[in-house]
C-alpha cells in the first residue's frame, strides 16, 4: 500500500542505507525534514516503485541500531522517532516512524535545517526557520501558524493527507487550498524580481525568493507567473473558482488554481489532490466530466 501511494509529504524510500554514495546522510536528512514538517514515515531496503522487486536490508538489527547511533550524534536536538523492520515480499526492510516533534527546528550536525516539500526534502530558508521557531515558542506567524502541541508517543505508519492547518482568510467565503504555493507579493531590484511565497500548508511567508534561488515548486510558481501572465477572462470560472492548469507527477495531478477574492485574483500553484476542499474538488470533478 505504501509503494502504490508513492513518495509524498509524509513518506519517503531508499533502496540503500549504505554511508558510501551518501545514501545515509540522505535518509537523515529526511528524518530532519520530516521532523520539521508534519512527520511521516520513511522505508529503507526498497524503492518507491510497486514493480521493482524489494533489496531489502541483510542484517536489520544492525541497521537499526546503525540509524540509532547517526541520529543520535548528529542531530541536535534529537527528533522522536521509532526504527523497527517488518517483512515484505520475502526480504526484511527497515522501517523509521518520525513524529512531527515539540522540539522544532531540529538540525543535523547543528546548523542544517532540512524540510519536507510534497516529496521533496530540501534545507530551509531563513523565513521557514524563523517560522519553525515561532510555532516551538507558541506564537502566530500572521495569524495563521499554531502552537505545537507535545506529544507523548510515536505515531503510527502515516500515508492519510497532512492534517488541515488554519488556512488564511479569504473575503470570498471559499476555503483556500491546503498545499501549494501562493505568489503574494513580487518586487524588482536592480532588474532581478523578488517574490514574497506564501506556503498553502502552513501560511508562512517566505520572502526575497528569486527564479533562480527557488526550489522545485517554488521555482515552476515563479517560472510560471513571470512567464505566463494570466488572463483572468480566459478562464472557464464556476462561481469564484477556476482551473488554470493541470500537470501529472506520476500517477498523481497538481492544480494550479485560481480564486477570486474580492477584486484580486488569487492564483495557487502545484495543489496536490489532497490539499483540495470540498469545494475544488467538487469543481475538479465537474470539469473531468466536460
Given amino acids: 500500500m505504501a509503494r ?24 537523515l536528512r529526511d528524518i530532519c525534514a520530516l521532523a520539521n514538517t508534519n512527520g511521516g514515515t520513511i522505508y529503507i531496503g526498497l524503492s518507491a516503485d510497486p514493480q521493482e522487486k524489494p533489496e531489502g536490508v541483510k542484517d536489520p538489527t544492525k541497521a537499526v541500531q546503525s540509524l540509532q547511533n547517526a541520529i543520535s550524534k548528529r542531530f541536535s536536538p534529537e527528533p522522536m522517532v521509532e526504527i523497527d523492520s517488518l517483512p515484505t515480499q520475502g526480504v526484511k526492510v527497515v522501517r523509521i516512524n518520525v513524529q512531527a ?31 519553525l521557531v515561532e510555532k516551538n515558542m507558541g506564537g502566530q506567524r ?24 488554519p488556512k488564511p482568510a479569504s473575503g470570498s467565503g471559499t476555503e483556500t487550498p491546503r498545499t501549494g504555493v501562493e505568489i503574494v507579493e513580487t518586487q524588482k531590484r536592480d532588474g532581478t524580481l523578488y517574490h514574497t511565497l506564501r506556503d498553502m500548508r502552513n501560511g508562512n511567508l517566505i520572502k526575497n525568493v528569486t527564479r533562480s534561488s527557488a526550489r522545485r515548486l517554488w521555482h515552476y510558481a515563479i517560472t510560471q507567473a513571470e ?8 478562464l472557464k470560472w464556476r462561481g469564484n473558482m477556476a482551473i488554470v492548469n493541470v500537470r501529472k507527477k506520476g500517477d498523481t495531478a497538481l492544480y494550479d488554481l485560481a480564486l477570486r ?26 470539469q473531468g466530466r466536460e
Fill in 101 to 131: 516533534g515539540p522540539d522544532i527546528p531540529y538540525a543535523i550536525d547543528y546548523n542544517l535545517f532540512y524540510v519536507r516539500d510534497e516529496d521533496d526534502t530540501s534545507l530551509a530558508v531563513r523565513d521557514e526557520i524563523v517560522g
Fill in 261 to 286: 477574492d474580492g477584486d484580486q485574483v488569487r492564483v495557487f500553484y502545484g495543489v496536490s489532490e489532497n490539499g483540495l476542499g470540498d469545494a475544488w474538488v467538487d469543481l475538479v470533478e465537474k
Fill in 4 to 27: 502504490e501511494e508513492g513518495e509524498s509529504l509524509v513518506q519517503s524510500f531508499h533502496a540503500s542505507m549504505a554511508q558510501r554514495g551518501g545514501h545515509l546522510d540522505a535518509i
Fill in 142 to 165: 500572521n495569524g495563521t501558524v499554531a502552537p505545537a502541541e507535545p506529544v507523548t508517543e510515536v505515531a503510527p505508519v502515516t500515508t492519510a493527507a497532512p492534517p488541515m492547518l
Fill in 227 to 234: 512567464t505566463n501572465t494570466l488572463n483572468p477572462s480566459s
